[in-house]
């Protein structure tokens, strides 16, 4: 069982390129969400989706779109990279938002933009 | 929106000893979650406890317990016989009942001394 699987691992963009960050789970979770970890800040939410098709905005949206078109996959895209977007970026997934619902984490990719 | 306060960026304890690590939380909310999240070297982010606002009984998992006190709305972790391989970053998270998302705190560093 694969979990929650996120690519790349590692990443290095250019200021103003653009790229996606994948994520994908095989436990046929409804929720989906994306996160970003910096120094001093915890996880903050970025985007997340309720189902496919659902989609909606958390903390720091920003700079970030996110689309959700089957159940198993919650890609986030950057459509110009900035500096600022440097961050280490998690996808987690849970079955529903019942009292002993797991959210269950990716192993995060490491961005970093210049 | 909810917001959950680490007041302790980092925390030494030596190898067999017990350690209490704090966490304080804002919300109007009757009914939500709280979690506490490891975050070793590796990045990847496992959960730890998890206690339910409606339950009085504090949870308790293995060496990891907590010590939950609604009306304060505190949520702190104590760890007993403390392992070289607990040495990790620790993060407490708040949910709603009816919610999905997970709001962190900024995060505590525990250090494992020998």
């Known amino acids: 069982n694969a979990g929650v699987t996120q690519t790349p691992k590692f990443q290095v963009l250019k200021t103003g390129q653009s790229m996606t960050l994948q994520c994908a789970q095989d436990?046929?979770?409804?929720?989906m969400s994306w996160y970003r970890q910096d120094p001093g800040m915890g996880l903050r939410l970025i985007h997340y989706?309720?189902?496919?098709?659902?989609?909606d905005q958390g903390e720091v949206p920003n700079g970030y779109n996110v689309s959700r078109s089957t159940t198993e996959d919650f890609p986030l895209r950057l459509l110009s990279a900035a500096p600022s977007q440097t961050s280490v970026y998690f996808c987690?997934?849970?079955?529903?938002?019942?009292?002993?619902?797991?959210?269950?984490f990716g192993q995060g990719t490491r961005l970093t933009v210049v | 929106a909810q917001t959950v306060t680490q007041s302790q960026p980092e925390m030494s304890v030596q190898e067999a000893e017990t350690v209490t690590l704090s966490c304080t939380y804002d919300t109007s909310e009757s009914d939500y979650y709280l979690f506490w999240y490891k975050q070793p070297p590796s990045r990847q982010m496992i959960l730890v406890i998890r206690?339910?606002?409606?339950?009085?009984q504090n949870a308790t998992e293995n060496r990891f317990s907590v010590n939950f006190q609604k009306a304060a709305k505190s949520f702190s972790l104590k760890i007993s016989d403390s392992q070289l391989g607990d040495a990790a970053m620790y993060f407490c998270a708040y949910r709603e009942d009816s919610g999905y998302a997970l709001n962190f705190g900024k995060g505590t560093s525990l250090l494992v001394t020998p």
């Open positions: 206690q339910e606002a409606y339950k009085q």
């Open positions: 989706s309720v189902g496919a098709g659902i989609t």
């Open positions: 987690a997934s849970s079955y529903n938002q019942g009292p002993n619902t797991e959210a269950f």
């Open positions: 436990m046929n979770h409804e929720y």
